[in-house]
């Protein structure tokens, strides 16, 4: 018996089982649709479905909106907690209050809503102009997801190329921290590789340079416990609708550390982050804390399910989160090991727990056509340029159990491929 | 018998019926949720919900998210027509295409996605970028809608002062056209008084002088026809959530005139605006035409329920969709007259046909007060600060005995309050 085969022996198959037979977050799989035949490892890209969105959705539309209609925006805004309704107003805060204690921060250094890519803008915008005129640098990670680095570049052509966006390779941060450089654009987790770099560690080098820290959670929020206070960062932004299970598309979130919101300026300055909306004022006044950030009116169904879906993470103890993500990955890595020795698969995600998020990647150099033949089979990851096989593990609805289902599946998609 | 008792009578309410029972379009209110009681006069605020909404976002949320899950972003991309479902990446397209003929565009020239607020901002940058460099005055109507202004004191802040935001009364606005003005941001109905400004006019004189113009039709699209091209207009934004019923928050529109679209540039670009965004390039190469716009991640919920209400138009000939405007708001005029001669009522809406949109709007001393009663008694308007009662009339949801019965209310409403 080879060391693969033992790997898939129905030995290894029920050590997994009996891990899973033990595992604190198993009652949550029951709180969200998965299709049948499916090993879903792209939450990371979109999570799936919590089952309480769909009614969510239908009440906020016949009722809220169809039955109340106006009255909706500030009916009931005395109520409180996971069951209240309406209030619209105050949506966007309440539900930032849900996700604060997801990143480590307090409920009024949170605003929700607009694209994580618009809400990129209004930081870069509000960091930059707290810098000191001489600092021009962006810096940031060459691996950046390319809508950090679109952002950064219309901005800088808006201020009329002022602003130099230096994009080095990850491992050069460090060094490239100086007296020239504004503010740092840092993705925490990389989209392609799963690495993870140390916020704490860069945001108090940073600091020890005079740099303003804004830091991407896209692939943090969620998927491990998050302290931005604790580690003094500055700015951040993250997604709804990946490791929060929010809705495709669902808005997104940002944080500006209380430190600096009297100094920090919503230069995108809508209606919704005026201090009185409806006092319609010809000058725009803030809203006290990071409501300021809220623009234009918020898109209640997107948001009403964002709503809905966090309230998952209710009774999670996010470091139990982690150890079983640690658990899932750790498992993927051993069953794709043999794998590793027989096809041309090269790891790229890191070993070391505090160097990883909670995905793992592979280079392949057919790596488009190994994820479609993939998901033929029913295990959806994600292929991304140029050649990353990408699969996101989600521990409030995967079991070591799927993870076992999703490499016999790659396995056999690798054995289709010819041996390539 | 008075002249007040005469058009109370029977007989008027008779005489109304009789036109609603010739109403080309009294089919379409049964497309529409309308509450029991309830006279809906708050359409320019948010539009009532089409039937066909919740439907669609149970699908949306449980088979094409919940089901398909991020297959559903690529899935079906060859199909089209209302019943296309999936293929979230072109949404926003289908979405544009949709609105393009009911403001006088076509559909390249059309993005949707974000709020008013940030496609306001997106437009200002835009415009502002190809204005000669010393025309340095944005010229407003001091009585704009307050997020129009707020977001180009955002921007002018942002742009470090250089320009000034110039509020003038509508009345003076032809006069302040010069070589001076950057652009126009005007809104086309005001969100108060009703009072429309002359788009195609305004437009044509402020190009006399060099001018680049920003039109609002948040109280327009949908309400009547517009004819952005006809106009020769240049920059646009609309509103989701009011004439056009999608939904509180529903996601906005933006017009880029067609010979303006190489030189304005997308200064929020965002990967969704990338003309390839899964290329994962580090630079960011605009898409064609109007899609550059798309910043990040579309909000498929709220945008699925947009394009399902948008149906509702497919066979309305907004012409005759015009005609019964008008006539519902002559008849409120008309109903109204003996009460303005008994009570401290002021029309502020003009008479004039090519002069309002769908509203009409009236002075109260006690306006806050009434529009409580009102509400009370089921007919739902706006209060408008300082002292406006707003009345809002959808030709496809309203009918003339609605207009009879508003009326009944406001002056119940009016007798209620001691005759002041």
Chains 1, 2 share one sequence.
Request: negative net charge; charged residues 20%.
């Amino acid at each position: 018996m080879t060391v693969f085969d033992r790997l898939f022996a129905n030995s290894t198959l029920s050590q997994l089982q009996e891990k899973d037979a033990h595992d604190p977050l198993a009652h949550k799989r029951a709180e969200f649709k998965l299709p049948e035949g499916v090993v879903y490892l792209d939450g990371n890209s979109l999570g799936a479905l919590p089952l309480t969105v769909p009614s969510r959705l239908a009440r906020v539309a016949e009722e809220e909106w169809g039955g109340q209609l106006i009255r909706s925006w500030t009916a009931n805004s005395s109520s409180s907690g996971t069951g209240a309704a309406q209030d619209w107003m105050n949506l966007p805060d309440r539900v930032a209050a849900k996700i604060a204690p997801l990143i480590g921060a307090q409920p009024h250094e949170v605003a929700v809503g607009d694209s994580t890519s618009v809400n990129i803008f209004k930081l870069l915008a509000a960091a930059l102009h707290m810098a000191a005129p001489e600092r021009r640098v962006i810096l940031t990670d060459a691996d950046n997801f390319p809508t950090d680095l679109y952002m950064a570049q219309g901005l800088n052509a808006l201020l009329g190329g002022r602003y130099e966006l230096r994009p080095v390779p990850g491992a050069n941060l460090e060094a490239n921290l100086s007296g020239e450089v504004a503010l740092t654009l840092l993705t925490e987790v990389d989209y392609r590789t799963g690495h993870r770099l140390d916020l704490a560690g860069l945001t108090a080098k940073a600091h020890g340079h005079g740099i303003l820290t804004i830091w991407d959670l896209a692939h943090s929020a969620g998927a491990f416990p998050v302290d931005l206070n604790g580690a003094g960062a500055d700015f951040a932004v993250g997604c709804g609708y990946k490791f929060l299970n929010g809705g495709p598309g669902a808005p997104s979130f940002l944080f500006v550390a209380e430190r600096h919101q009297d100094s920090a300026q919503a230069f995108l300055s809508g209606w919704m982050g005026h201090v009185d909306p409806f006092e319609m004022a010809r000058d725009f006044t803030p809203a006290p804390g990071a409501r300021r950030y809220v623009v234009g009116t918020p898109t209640v169904l997107s948001l009403s399910a964002l709503d809905a879906a966090l309230d998952v993470f209710a009774d999670v103890d996010m470091t139990v989160l982690r150890a079983k993500s640690l658990s899932l990955t750790d498992t993927f890595m051993e069953l794709m090991e043999p794998l590793m020795a027989q096809y041309p698969l090269t790891l790229v995600t890191p070993r070391n727990h505090d160097e990883r998020g909670s995905q793992v990647s592979y280079q392949h150099p057919q790596a488009r056509e190994m994820m479609e033949r993939l998901i033929g089979r029913g295990i959806l990851g994600d292929f991304r340029t140029p050649d990353i096989l990408r699969f996101g593990f989600t521990p409030l609805y995967h079991s070591h159990a799927d993870v076992w289902r999703a490499v016999q599946g790659i396995k056999a998609a690798l054995e289709e491929g010819g041996g390539t």
